[in-house]
């Protein structure tokens, strides 16, 4: 089972920016997929959750409207798509399947 995250990058307050996660090792349809998110210090936050087949998603209060889950199976990827970001968004972002250790992830930082 292989995840990798796509670069994260610095952006600044208000602005948007796309991760994507690509899978490979396991059948990436079958599986509801994550993204999490942790901050140095504190616990690691599941950030959106999309089931397998794309119809029911979850996301973190602090997200919603914001954030974005989505997969392409045909691709085995995984995306998030983040808009109007925030200071406090800033962390290391992992995507996740449910048995998948967890990866180096990838450091997005929101900052003018």
């Known amino acids: 089972v292989q995840l990798a995250e796509s670069e994260g990058g610095l952006v600044q307050p208000g602005g948007s920016l796309r991760l994507s996660c690509s899978a490979s090792?396991?059948?990436?349809?079958?599986?509801?997929m994550n993204w999490f998110r942790q901050v140095p210090g504190k616990e690691r936050e599941l950030v959106a959750q999309?089931?397998?087949?794309?119809?029911?998603?979850y996301y973190a209060d602090s997200v919603k409207g914001r954030f974005t889950i989505f997969r392409d199976s045909a691709k085995n990827t995984l995306y998030l798509e983040m808009n109007s970001l925030k200071p406090e968004d800033t962390a290391v972002y992992y995507c996740?399947?449910?048995?998948?250790?967890w990866g180096q992830g990838t450091q997005v930082t929101v900052s003018s």
């Open positions: 090792g396991f059948t990436f349809s079958t599986y509801p």
């Open positions: 996740k399947a449910p048995f998948s250790s």
């Open positions: 999309i089931s397998s087949t794309r119809a029911t998603t």
